[in-house]
């Protein structure tokens, strides 16, 4: 189906939504720190990338700025447990398609991954 690169670093979330999107047929690769992730994401070129806005060390925010400049066309969910309003605003501007609150409904979830993945 498609490939989904997920970068947040609360692990049991990840371990999570993983899961339940490897049990829709999508395959799944993680990360839990923001390096490790831009990586990921440079290296796979996924259909699908999601990101929690605010992590230690390089932020969703930056991963986001960086990894639309390689890729313009990379469609980009962010997670965040802080829902601010500017951070919200800087994250539609960068390029994601939608800022989305946790914690994280799984069928509000279900729904942002396939609305994402069809556009």
Known sequence: MSLIVLV???EEL?????QMLEIQGH???TATEGNEG???ILKTRPDLV?????MPGLSGLKILEQAKQHDPGL???MLTGYLDEDSQ??????GALAV???PIGFEEFEKAVQTALKR
Do not use: F, S, Y
């Open 50 to 54: 999601i990101l929690d806005l605010k």
């Open 8 to 10: 947040d670093d609360e």
């Open 27 to 29: 395959t799944v690769a």
């Open 38 to 40: 831009l990586a990921l």
């Open 14 to 18: 990840v371990r999570e939504l993983k």
């Open 100 to 102: 989305l609150g946790k």
């Open 75 to 77: 469609k980009v969910l």
């Open 89 to 94: 605003k800087q994250a539609l501007q960068l």
